[in-house]
């Protein structure tokens, strides 16, 4: 395994298109970015890549994942599996943010960074966020602001569920208190401190986040509201909050069931939200992945439960690309640079010399995903893992 790697003749996004260049990774960094960069005949253990036909990308920031599973809507069995490394990776996901749920009981935030940091030693990075859906918040050092403070994995809260039938029916009091607790936390700790909130289809919509910045000193980007394209609805109020600054994040993980009932598939909500003048710095998706994806009736009654996939987020990067002719830069932005930034992830989520060697080669012609590198090291090669999670199986 070579710890040098040169990448010739790849188109650059960066996410900005930097058309074709090569790109230069030593250990875990990127060391140089150029045309024509030459190695010389130094014997160097230099893996030659030729990226000729290919998109060179950052890796993707899933900035929401349930990566212990979640659910639980429908009793016990109805608790979602655990994600694995190839999961994440054979999606092209180098970065992936843990969160709870609906369940903080059975789902614990111990386990949750036991996780996280089992998939770093697999070979991905993690952060997770301290709480859940509920408020009073679940923590592990007694309040959001020592947990940001005092556990380098966590850098914010969350999701924390509003306009839901699952939420904790928060008070606008009780969202400022953790937002002043993350925004705190997250300054003492040189972290984004951000609150994940989970929009539910209820009819305050984005309200309660309107009211609790209002008449105080925080502001809409303290909070990263989830499941925008959740209906019309609530994409409508997700622009509105976009309008006056506030980013917002699209789910990418659906059922046919969501989609005939009026969610907003994220490639036509990420392009609806372009054409409406939003900068794409204030839009991301995330997959939502391994979450419970219950279907409800009007009622509240559950009819059913699938599971979230984090390969859904490439799925509709490319299809924002093929369907509704976003242009790659742009596509690739919202599951990079724009996650890495509301994420306060400075080394992550673009290309550039200095910043960590998480890569995703896609091929031009059909926009599949080639090749993952995760802190240098190769994770997928020729669209097959050659990395594997400890306990799975390598001939799946
Ligand atoms: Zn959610």
């Known amino acids: 395994m070579s710890l040098m790697k040169l990448f010739k003749n790849a188109h650059l996004l960066c996410p900005a298109d930097l058309g074709q260049q090569d790109v230069l990774i030593a250990g875990k960094q990127i ?41 639980g809507e429908g009793g016990f069995a109805s608790r979602t599996p655990e994600m694995q490394l190839t999961d994440a990776t054979l999606a092209g996901v180098t970065t992936a943010i843990g969160v709870l749920g609906t369940d903080s009981t059975t789902r614990t935030l111990t386990n949750l960074l036991a996780k996280a940091h089992a998939l770093e030693t697999e070979g991905i990075s993690t952060y997770c966020h301290t709480g859940s859906y509920q408020i009073p918040c679940r923590t592990l050092m007694g309040s959001v602001t020592d947990d940001l403070i005092l556990i380098d994995k966590f850098i914010g809260v969350g999701e924390i ?57 925080l502001s809409l980007k303290q909070f990263y509201p989830t499941h925008i394209n959740r209906n019309q609805d609530v994409f409508a109020a997700g ?60 009622q509240g009654e559950l009819l059913g439960l699938e599971v979230g996939k984090v390969s859904s987020l490439y799925q509709s990067a490319r299809s924002a690309m093929l369907d509704f002719k976003i242009s790659p830069s742009l596509a690739i932005a ?9 994420l306060g992830l400075s080394h992550k989520g673009t290309l550039a010399v200095g ?26 090669k020729q669209q097959k893992a050659v990395v594997f999670g400890t306990f799975e199986t390598k001939d799946d």
């Open 161 to 217: 569920a509003i306009s839901d039938h699952r939420s904790s029916q928060p008070t606008l009091t009780e969202l400022r208190k953790v937002a002043a607790q993350a925004r705190v936390g997250g300054m003492l700790a040189g972290k984004a401190g951000i609150v994940s909130v989970h929009v539910g289809a209820g009819a305050s919509l984005l309200d309660p986040l309107h009211q609790a910045v209002n008449g105080t000193e």
């Open 239 to 298: 622009i509105r909050f976009a309008k006056a600054g506030g980013v917002i994040d699209f789910t990418t993980s659906t059922t046919a069931y969501d989609l005939k009932h009026g969610e907003v598939a994220a490639a036509q909500a990420l392009a609806m939200a372009l054409e409406q003048q939003i900068p794409v710095a204030n839009l991301t998706m995330s997959s939502d992945g391994n979450a419970s994806l219950p279907l409800f009736n009007v």
């Open 355 to 380: 910043k960590d060697a998480d890569l995703v080669l896609i091929h031009k012609d059909d926009l599949h995903i080639r090749s993952v590198f995760a802190k240098g090291r190769t994770m997928v």
């Open 31 to 71: 060391i140089a970015i150029g045309q024509d960069l030459l190695i010389g005949n130094h014997n160097l253990p230099v893996e030659i890549i030729d990226a000729s036909d290919c998109y060179l990308t950052p890796g993707f920031v899933d900035s929401l994942v349930h990566f212990i599973g979640g659910g």
């Open 334 to 342: 919202a599951i990079t640079s724009s996650p890495a930034a509301v």
